[in-house]
């Protein structure tokens, strides 16, 4: 992180890890009996274990197998962003994605869940581990707290995109344990919750300068409201964290307290929060940070680094520019979304168009006309020195104080009109009620290209997300290609999963069933 640095964990702490974290089945293989034993004694090692934990959080792709930035990947399953590339063979996995035609053997597929696997191994060594390290309660307390927060964080990116995937809170002690069955959505949704809640009780309301991008109290206040929202709008359900429902009221009363105490409030100016003069604001509940520092230039392990991923993909591919500069075009924007936001203050600073551009634009696979401007190549976030294009300093902001408004609006409020009109006001817009419909619409405008649309969409039930992730014939003036490349037919036996990977399928050795649809 750019002020706890994640990366300056010693040489002989990643080796440690690489060995203990191999990328094979759940990439679960325990350390080896003289590291568990030798290493973990002071506070120290403890803290260079969390900062392990914090690492994968900036992870986007996965050695060997493929890049998959989050944002990317949630965006071009949505009808909000298209594959691209620069044609069709390199655009092909991530075109998979956007025609809901995927082989459980698409890499992207396989990155996603390898990334979050590793999250979950180094949290479950972290919580094994630090009872028996010589360090004040007080620490211990605190970073308890933080693991927990980052394990449900991985487990619900994980079980939105896979729904039946194992649940392991602990590490495993040998070949013996490797295959291990795939539980129930709920045991993995109530297990999300349990960390969340106990995660909450425990972390601080605010932390000091010096610790920058640190997990506070209402970070995991908004992600359990996230989780809620979209459990409880495809199953139809309540979670249960051990002794406590986890049920509108509950969650209503998370957001309330954040609203009322946290000192999170919206930034005067909407397109701040994808700046640098943003990062870390009193916007941002939640931010994971990108950075140029170590400088990279491995093109083999780029997530040794710490830039965005995200931007260098989505970043249109031009040369000779001042203001953007030699992204690779995936994630092409849809006409369907301009139209949608035609008119509204925030498509300038949520849309990039190709009339906007200076240099020398090269028009690659699917291409629309149209590019992210949150997550993107832009001069502002061009790294320092290394190789280009893997030092590109945008953070993700993954939970927004606006989305926590939004939210609570969602939850029906007694507060619910004037969160809402505080959303619209920040960009010059007029009051609108605040029925469900206008919420959801507001949801979009607000947050569309942050990887949420597609959540959105399939906790809303598979009729609306077949008709609005199905969709023929919609050109925009500067589309190229034949009409049929921007053509999607939602598949809804999926109901909106990705497919179990592969390889973790037949590493499982016959345990693993492959999702529907399949």
């Known amino acids: 992180m750019k002020n706890i640095s994640i990366k300056s964990i010693p040489v002989f702490l990643i080796a440690i890890f690489l060995v203990g974290c191999s990328e094979d089945f759940l990439d679960l293989k325990p350390l080896d009996q003289v590291v568990s034993s030798n290493f973990y004694k002071t506070q120290e090692d403890a803290f260079q274990a969390l900062v392990a934990v914090y690492d994968v959080l900036t992870y986007q792709s996965t050695p060997g197998v493929s890049w998959a930035p989050f944002v990317t990947v949630a965006d071009v399953l949505s009808d909000d962003a ?65 693991v927990k927060f980052m394990r449900a964080y991985f487990y619900f990116e994980q079980v939105r995109f896979f729904e039946n995937i194992p649940l392991l809170t602990r590490t495993l002690s040998g070949p013996s344990e490797y295959s291990q069955p795939q539980s129930t959505p709920k045991e993995v949704y109530d297990q999300i919750a349990l960390d969340l809640v106990e995660a909450i009780a425990d972390l601080p309301e605010s932390v000091p300068a010096a610790e920058t991008g640190r997990i ?107 203001k953007w500069n030699r992204g690779w075009s995936f994630g092409t924007v849809s006409h369907k979304l301009a139209q949608f936001m035609e008119g509204d203050p925030r498509f300038q600073h949520t849309i990039l168009r190709e009339q906007d551009l200076d240099g020398t634009l090269s028009k690659g696979y699917q291409h629309t006309g149209y590019f992210s401007r949150k997550y993107t190549s832009d001069a502002e976030h061009w790294g320092g020195g290394g190789q280009f294009e893997l030092n590109r300093t945008t953070n993700f902001r993954v939970i927004r104080f606006s989305d926590v408004l939004l939210m609570a609006a969602e939850l029906d409020s007694p507060n619910k009109q004037v969160y809402l009109d505080r959303v619209r006001a920040r960009v010059g817009l007029d009051p609108v009620p605040a029925t469900p419909e206008n919420i959801w619409r507001e949801r979009r405008l607000e947050l569309s290209l942050e990887g949420i649309r597609y959540f959105d969409v399939l906790r809303r039930g598979m009729t609306y997300a077949s008709q609005e992730l199905s969709h023929s014939g919609i050109r925009g003036p500067n589309y190229v290609g034949e009409q049929e490349t921007f053509n999607v037919s939602f598949n809804q036996a999926t109901r909106g999963f990705l497919p179990i990977p592969l390889t973790e399928i037949d590493l499982s050795a016959g345990v693993f069933n492959q999702n529907a649809g399949y």
Not at 86 to 104: M, R, T, V, Y
Not at 248 to 268: C, F, K, T, W
């Open 82 to 146: 298209f594959g691209g590339g620069s044609d069709a063979n390199d655009g092909l996995n991530f075109n998979q994605l956007n025609e809901h035609n995927i082989p459980p053997a698409n890499p992207v597929v396989h990155a996603t869940w390898i990334k979050n696997y590793i999250g979950i191994y180094r949290a479950n060594l972290y919580l094994e581990v630090i009872d028996d390290i010589e360090a004040p309660e007080s620490f211990k307390k605190r970073t308890v707290a933080e």
């Open 216 to 322: 506070t109290k209402w970070a995991a206040q908004g992600l359990l409201a996230r989780v809620y929202l979209f459990y409880n709008g495809v199953y139809g359900a309540e979670l249960v964290a051990g002794g406590t429902t986890v049920n509108r009221a509950y969650v209503l009363a998370q957001l309330e307290d954040m609203i009322a105490n946290s000192g999170h409030d919206l930034l005067p100016k909407y397109e701040n929060n994808f700046r640098l003069a943003g990062e870390f604001g009193a916007e941002s509940v939640f931010e994971i940070a990108h950075g140029d520092t170590p400088t990279w230039w491995d093109w083999g392990y780029p997530r040794g680094g710490a830039g965005n991923l995200a931007s260098q993909m989505q970043g249109p591919r031009v040369t000779g520019s001042t």
